[in-house]
């Protein structure tokens, strides 16, 4: 079917074409998977989506009309996944799927996954071992389009023996830390909830135990790089780390209980433009509510896999202030 005699812009006239196309394709399945029904057994060799690259998969493969349900497990991004999910051949198709992840390259996750559209922590800073458990839900239009303002994401994630290398955004703290720390930052285990909801990734609150300072984070990132995070920085640590020489070998230091003594940041903007400010009671009723945000997804997460890890805060730098407390607080 041509329609470029109706368009004035050659462009338009093209994009016209390839989604009248596109419809077909997908009508075409759809009529076809109808018909499908009945249990394969799969031993896939090789298989890519875009970046994502595996092998090995051995599972099965059940067709019920227009359902496509995959079970199996698979090696990839030089570790082992265990996947269950559902494709619908509908007019718009979706996906569901859960995804058990064991021992895999946090670098390689992150690079294959596209670094989930945002480019604050990519692929470049981060390295470690990391083990998750993620929920998807996946959706496109009647022309087969990606509807990124529809994905769901919901990870239980833990990465075990890494570093943060070159995070620029922390750089700004040189003025609290030496800068060598902070572009090789060494951590024994960083584990959080992740969500990804209305075209953006929220970060709950979580603890970061490094060799340059510890501190808690929270905040949420767009798809278009705007940016909002709220960090609490255990300020004796890292005052008593600045009469030190620096040692980028250094271990994770403990949790200490300063909370008098401890700094609140506010960091907010784009990627290219930001603005930091200190924010005590702001940065606290951010930690109290992403924690209620923490408990819902932990719940989700608990009703895709039957239990997920529970990730707190370490007590020894918990700030023990009450939502009421706070606010009653920034009023005075």
């Given at each position: 079917m041509k329609l470029t005699y109706i368009a004035k812009d050659q462009q338009q006239a093209d994009t016209l074409t390839i989604d009248s196309l596109q419809t077909k394709q997908i009508h075409k399945r759809q009529r076809f998977t109808q018909f499908l029904k009945g249990t394969f057994d799969a031993n896939i060799?090789?298989?890519?989506?875009?970046?994502?690259?595996g092998n090995d998969f051995k599972g099965t493969l059940e067709f019920n009309n227009?359902?496509?349900?995959?079970?199996?497990?698979?090696?990839a991004m030089n570790g082992s996944f265990?996947?269950?999910?559902?494709?619908?051949?509908?007019?718009?198709?979706?996906?569901?799927?859960?995804?058990?992840?064991?021992?895999?390259?946090?670098?390689?996750?992150?690079?294959?996954?596209?670094?989930?559209?945002q480019d604050i922590i990519t692929n470049n800073n981060v390295i470690g071992n990391l083990d998750s458990k993620i929920a998807i839900f996946a959706y496109w239009d009647t022309t087969g389009n990606f509807q990124y303002d529809k994905l769901r994401v919901l990870a239980d994630m833990r990465i075990r023996?890494?570093?943060?290398?070159?995070?620029?955004?922390l750089e700004s703290f040189s003025?609290?830390?030496?800068?060598?720390?902070?572009?090789?930052?060494?951590?024994?285990?960083?584990?959080?909830?992740?969500?990804?909801?209305?075209?953006k990734i929220y970060i709950p609150t979580m603890f970061i135990q490094s060799n340059a300072m510890n501190m808690t984070v929270?905040?949420?990132?767009?798809?278009?790089?705007?940016?909002?995070?709220?960090?609490?920085?255990?300020?004796?640590?890292?005052?008593?780390?600045?009469?030190?020489?620096f040692d980028s070998n250094m271990k994770p230091q403990k949790a200490q209980?300063?909370?008098?003594?401890?700094?609140?940041?506010?960091?907010?903007?784009?990627?290219?433009?930001?603005?930091?400010?200190?924010?005590?009671?702001?940065?606290?009723?951010?930690?109290?509510?992403?924690?209620r945000r923490k408990d819902i997804v932990?719940?989700?997460?608990?009703?895709?896999?039957?239990?997920?890890?529970?990730?707190?805060?370490?007590?020894?730098?918990?700030?023990?202030?009450?939502?009421?407390?706070?606010?009653?607080?920034?009023?005075?």
């Open positions: 060799q090789h298989f890519n989506y875009n970046l994502i690259d227009n359902e496509l349900n995959i079970k199996g497990d698979t090696k265990n996947l269950d999910g559902k494709m619908y051949f509908e007019n718009a198709p979706r996906l569901t799927a859960n995804l058990i992840c064991n021992n895999l390259n946090a670098s390689e996750f992150f690079r294959q996954t596209e670094n989930f559209g023996d890494g570093a943060l290398k070159d995070f620029k955004m003025t609290y830390v030496k800068v060598q720390d902070l572009r090789d930052i060494h951590f024994a285990e960083l584990e959080n909830y992740l969500e990804i909801a209305n075209g929270s905040g949420e990132h767009t798809f278009d790089n705007n940016m909002n995070y709220n960090i609490k920085v255990n300020a004796g640590q890292v005052l008593a780390n600045r009469l030190k020489s209980k300063n909370g008098w003594f401890n700094l609140y940041f506010n960091i907010a903007g784009t990627v290219e433009e930001y603005k930091i400010k200190m924010a005590k009671s702001e940065v606290q009723k951010d930690f109290l509510f992403s924690g932990k719940k989700a997460l608990e009703r895709e896999f039957a239990s997920v890890r529970n990730i707190e805060e370490p007590t020894e730098v918990k700030d023990a202030n009450t939502l009421d407390e706070i606010q009653g607080n920034s009023k005075q």
